[in-house]
């Protein structure tokens, strides 16, 4: 089996203990059947450990999925802390099963984590959730396009997939792969890329809905738009201050609205709410007031990611969105909808930087790194915020 991933992947390694976040803390951690019974045969004190901090799930327990709620997956999950830390994560944030008992100890969403999957066409699809320091870090390291590359395993694909679906993977692919290359041409600014982006995407749907009647529809993708193809939507066609400034409030209204991972996410957005919205320590809180503030803020973020030359910053951030989220359409033909979160996502980590810019007075590559790493666990890691997403972008 081929694994595709970007170049990155494959020198990443976890740095344990000398990590500042922790993957195993923040969110249920569930045990899959052969770990489980693994863990039932561990004798001595470790094994009474194991047994008392493993939980059942009972009926009342339910997970999200694109479908809507239903029954969790896994039967087992271990008993977190009141702090939501995993019981067997020590205080120099090692794991006790790993130190114990070796990596083979660990259960799949462990082993796992942060890695994010997707098999189509015959390739496992892998991408590290920047929601990882280390995998943030890797991200943003070099102004050098992102590359995506393969590598052939010994592992058999697991399961067949047939012709027609083989058909839709080929075009999904191809047309993911043409994304990303409008992405990070570099003769356009960024915001231009963008909407170019999103014009191809318009016109892979096209061809998508029209399988259904027309076969044929997905021999070849659409080309890639011309400059003098591209026509603004009425939401982006205004540039002045106060459209600019409506199009946050939009995207404030949805995100605040998402079920919060973290108090990470909660201080961010608040910050957001009083910096750009709300009142602001008894100055001038009306709209126009806000406005102003937003995108003169906005232009002294960019200012600066120019003179420092690290624009290509916001490149990676699309098209590690572009490469994690278009290729899903797979199971139900959306593409343009996963393109427009592709585009959320860009526009409000632009906006979050912005926030981080008025609050520190200045705008280093980590707190670029820390704001990838908290919207990737928002949205990355909540199959609910997930699927709220995908609705608003179908139908808003």
Not at 108 to 119: A, D, G, Y
Not at 170 to 180: H, L, N, S
Not at 211 to 222: K, S
Request: negative net charge; charged residues 30%.
């Amino acid at each position: 089996m081929i694994i595709r991933a970007f170049e990155y992947f494959f020198d990443f390694k976890c740095i344990a203990d000398r990590c500042e976040d922790t993957c195993c803390a923040g969110w249920e951690i569930d045990i899959d059947d052969e770990s489980y019974e693994a863990y039932m045969q561990v004798p001595g004190e470790l094994g009474e450990k194991l047994r008392k901090n493993i939980k059942t799930y009972d009926a009342s327990d339910l997970e999200f999925s694109d479908g809507g709620y239903e029954e969790i997956y896994e039967q087992h999950g271990f008993v977190l802390g009141d702090d939501l830390r995993c019981p067997f994560l020590q205080k120099n944030n090692l794991c006790e099963l790993y130190g114990c008992l070796g990596e083979q100890a660990l259960c799949e969403v462990c082993t796992n984590t942060p890695r994010n999957f997707l098999e189509y066409g015959g390739v496992r699809e892998v991408s590290l959730s920047a929601s990882c320091p280390e995998s943030a870090r890797l991200l943003y390291e070099s102004d050098r396009p992102l590359v995506v590359a393969e590598r052939q395993t010994d592992e058999a694909f697991p399961f067949e997939e047939s012709e027609e679906e083989l058909r839709i993977a080929g075009f999904v692919k191809e047309a993911r792969d043409r994304a990303i290359e409008i992405l990070q041409n570099r003769e356009y600014d960024i915001g231009t890329r963008i909407e170019l982006f999103m014009l191809f995407s318009e016109r892979v749907q096209e061809k998508l809905n029209r399988t259904e009647i027309d076969p044929d529809a997905l021999d070849g993708v659409p080309d890639v738009p011309e400059m003098d193809e591209l026509k603004r939507s009425d939401v982006d066609n205004s540039a002045e201050e106060n459209g600019i400034y409506r199009n946050f409030l939009i995207r404030m209204n949805i995100y605040s609205g998402l079920a919060s991972i973290g108090e990470a996410w909660k201080n961010t957005v608040e910050n957001m709410y009083e910096l750009f919205v709300g009142e602001d320590d008894g100055q001038d809180s009306s709209e126009n007031a806000m406005s102003e503030k937003y995108v003169s803020s906005l232009a002294g973020l960019d200012n600066l990611m120019r003179n420092e030359k690290r624009e290509y910053e916001y490149e990676h951030l699309a098209v590690y969105y572009a490469f994690l989220l278009l290729a899903r359409c797979v199971d139900d033909m959306d593409f343009l909808g996963r393109a427009k979160l592709v585009k959320m996502s860009y526009l409000f980590g632009h906006d979050m930087d912005a926030a981080a810019y008025v609050s520190n007075g200045a705008f280093l590559k980590k707190d670029r790194e820390k704001n990838a790493r908290i919207y990737a666990r928002e949205v990355e890691h909540s199959e609910e915020n997930l699927y709220n997403l995908h609705e608003e972008m179908l139908f808003s």
